[in-house]
C-alpha cells in the first residue's frame, strides 16, 4: 500500500532519506466515518461538591467539548525559523491574521465554526545530542511566550507539538504544564520524531508505542480535570503504520481529550489520498481525521474545496 513521502525534517531541510519502502502494516478492515465514532461528555465527573459546581471555562468559540463542535485551520511551526513551517515565516501579530485568513476561507464550506490555530514547535529534533543528550532542543517559554500571547489577544487555539528525540513524552509535556494549564493549549504528538536507543534523526523514522502515548494523555486529562478546563485537543501524528506501535490499544476514552490523527506527509493527490484512507483501517473509535497541505512539497497543494472535499471532512487542517 502506497504511503505518501514524508515530511521535511524540521531544521535539516536539506538532508535526504531514502524511506519509501515502508508501509503501513498492521491495519484491519474496519473504516471509520464521523457519525460511526463514540463522542466523549464536555467535562468529567467532579470529584467533590467544590468541583461539581465550578463552571470550567469555555473554548474559542464558546462551549466546552472541541470536537465535532468546532473544525480548525492551523499554520505550523517554529517561531522565527521559516525552514520548519509557515507559522516562523513572520512575527506573531502577521501569523495570527495568516491563521484567520486562512480559517475564512474554510468557513463557508463547514457547518460547524472553523477556528484559527498555530501548532507550534515546542520541542525540534536536532541532529545532536545536546547538554542532556536526547536529541532534542526544547524551546524556553520566553522564546514561545510572543506566540502564546498573541494567540491568546486574538482567539488563536494553540497546539504545542513535542518531538522528544531519545526522551519521552510525557517527560517533555511535562515541562510546559504552565502552558497546558491555558484552556485553549492542546497537545501535538510528533511519533516520527520519538527515537529507540541507538537511533539518530533522519537516520529512521521514529516511532512511539501505544503505552507511551496513553501514559502521556493520563497526565494531560489529570491536569485538565484538575484545572477544570474544556477539553484538549490531541493530535496524534502519523503517516505509516510503524510510527504508532499497538495502535489499537490507544486509549479514547478520556473525556478530558478529542482525539485527531493527523495524516503528516506531502505527496500527490493520489498518493495523499490513499494513505488518508489506509491510515483510517483499524482506526480506534472515537478519534478524528486530520490532514496537512504543504505549500512547497504538496503537487500540487489543495485548494481549500479540495480539502474538504475529502472523506471524512478533516477536522483540523495544518499549514507547513
Not at 61 to 69: A, E, S, W
Amino acid at each position: 500500500m502506497p504511503i505518501m513521502s514524508r515530511r521535511l525534517p524540521t531544521r535539516f531541510c536539506c538532508a535526504t532519506l531514502a524511506l519509501s519502502a515502508l508501509i503501513l502494516s498492521g491495519c484491519s478492515a474496519n473504516s471509520h466515518d464521523d457519525s460511526a465514532r463514540s463522542t466523549p461528555s464536555a467535562s468529567a465527573s467532579a470529584s467533590s461538591g467544590d468541583e461539581a459546581s465550578a463552571k470550567p471555562a469555555e473554548l474559542i468559540g464558546g462551549g466546552t467539548r472541541m470536537f465535532p463542535d468546532r473544525r480548525m485551520v492551523a499554520l505550523y511551526g517554529s517561531p522565527g525559523n521559516p525552514s520548519l513551517g509557515a507559522l516562523g515565516e513572520q512575527g506573531p501579530a502577521e501569523s495570527v491574521q495568516r491563521a484567520k485568513n486562512l480559517a475564512k476561507e474554510y468557513e463557508p464550506l463547514s457547518k460547524e465554526p472553523v477556528i484559527p490555530a498555530f501548532e507550534i514547535i515546542a520541542t525540534v529534533a536536532d541532529a545532536v545530542p545536546g547538554p542532556d543528550g536526547d536529541y532534542s532542543n526544547e524551546l524556553p517559554l520566553d522564546t514561545l511566550r510572543p506566540l502564546l500571547d498573541e494567540a491568546k489577544k486574538n482567539g488563536v487555539y494553540v497546539i504545542l507539538d513535542f518531538q522528544p528525540g531519545a526522551q519521552d513524552f510525557t517527560s517533555q509535556v511535562k515541562e510546559y504544564e504552565d502552558v497546558l494549564k491555558d484552556p485553549n493549549v492542546g497537545v501535538g504528538y510528533d511519533a516520527e520524531w520519538r527515537l529507540a536507543p541507538g537511533q539518530r534523526p533522519l537516520e529512521q523514522i521514529g516511532s512511539v508505542s501505544a503505552a507511551e502515548l496513553n501514559e502521556s494523555m493520563d497526565y494531560v486529562a489529570d491536569l485538565t480535570r484538575r484545572e477544570k478546563l474544556p477539553q484538549k485537543a490531541v493530535v496524534l501524528h502519523q503517516f505509516a503504520g510503524s510510527m504508532i506501535q499497538q495502535r489499537e490499544t490507544l486509549n479514547t476514552t478520556h473525556p478530558e481529550l478529542s482525539l485527531t490523527l493527523h495524516a503528516d506527509g506531502h505527496g500527490t493527490p493520489d498518493l495523499k489520498k490513499e494513505t488518508w484512507e489506509a491510515l483510517q483501517e483499524g482506526l480506534p473509535g472515537g478519534i478524528y481525521m486530520s490532514w496537512k497541505n504543504f505549500y512547497d512539497e504538496d503537487t500540487p497543494m489543495a485548494t481549500p474545496e479540495q480539502t474538504y472535499q475529502i472523506d471524512p471532512k478533516p477536522w483540523v487542517v495544518t499549514y507547513q
